[in-house]
C-alpha cells in the first residue's frame, strides 16, 4: 500500500508564492506518474498538473505559466511550486499518485488560501 502525505498550505496574500510538497511511503508497486488537483467550495475537483516518472509535464491552461510540478524518484516526492497566486486559487489542494498496476492513491488534502 501506499500512503500519501501533503504540507505547504497556508494563507498568502494575491501575488505571492507557495511550495507544497507530497511525500510518498511504501514500496509494494513502482510508481509512474504523481500530480496535484484542487478542489474550491462549490466546484469540481479539477486537475492542476501531472509528472511521469521520466519528468514529463502537463498543465491546467489555468495554471500553466504561474505553477511548476517536479519529483524526486528517489524519494518519491512531489512539489508545487505556486507562484502569482490569485484569490481564484484558493482550494483544498490533493496529491495523488499511479502505481504500474494502475491503482491510484490520494492524500488528505492540503488547503491554499490565496486573500488580503
Known amino acids: 500500500q501506499v500512503q500519501l502525505v501533503e504540507s505547504g498550505g497556508g494563507l498568502v496574500q494575491p501575488g505571492g508564492s507557495l511550495r507544497l510538497s507530497c511525500a510518498a511511503s511504501?514500496?509494494?508497486?513502482?510508481?509512474?506518474?504523481m500530480g496535484w488537483y484542487r478542489q474550491a467550495p462549490g466546484k469540481e475537483r479539477e486537475l492542476v498538473a501531472t509528472?511521469?516518472?521520466?519528468?514529463?509535464?502537463n498543465y491546467a491552461d489555468s495554471v500553466k505559466d504561474r505553477f511548476t510540478i517536479s519529483r524526486d524518484n528517489a524519494k518519491k516526492t512531489v512539489t508545487l511550486q505556486m507562484n502569482s497566486l490569485r484569490p481564484e486559487d484558493t482550494a483544498a489542494y490533493y496529491c495523488?499518485?499511479?502505481?504500474?498496476?494502475?491503482?491510484?492513491?490520494w492524500g488528505k488534502g492540503t488547503l491554499v488560501t490565496v486573500s488580503s
Open positions: 495523488t499518485t499511479n502505481l504500474a498496476n494502475g491503482i491510484q492513491y
Open positions: 511504501g514500496n509494494i508497486f513502482r510508481i509512474t506518474s
Open positions: 509528472i511521469t516518472s521520466g519528468g514529463s509535464a
